[in-house]
């Protein structure tokens, strides 16, 4: 884990989300081929689920995720 925000969680959904979400930026950016997203799809591969990435990208593929059309920051988190 590399990530302190998520060292004590036991479910790591919100860790799998957020490493696909920054690989899918990234691909909307520089492109899939790119070292660095690659470098992104692998951390999102070593703690999503399969089943997960595969449906993920098939939602890519047809234009239908809408992580690719997120505004660049998620403020989501963020609380006042």
Request: glycine fraction near 2%.
């Amino acid at each position: 884990m590399d990530d302190p925000r998520f060292m004590n969680i036991t479910n790591q959904y919100p860790h799998c989300w957020l490493r696909f979400q920054v690989f899918a930026r990234c691909a909307r950016e520089l492109g899939e081929d790119n070292e660095r997203c690659k470098f992104q799809y692998y951390r999102a591969q070593c703690v999503c689920p399969e089943t997960d990435l595969e449906n993920w990208m098939e939602h890519r593929a047809r234009g239908t995720c809408h992580l690719d059309i997120l505004p660049d920051r998620d403020v989501t988190h963020c609380r006042q």
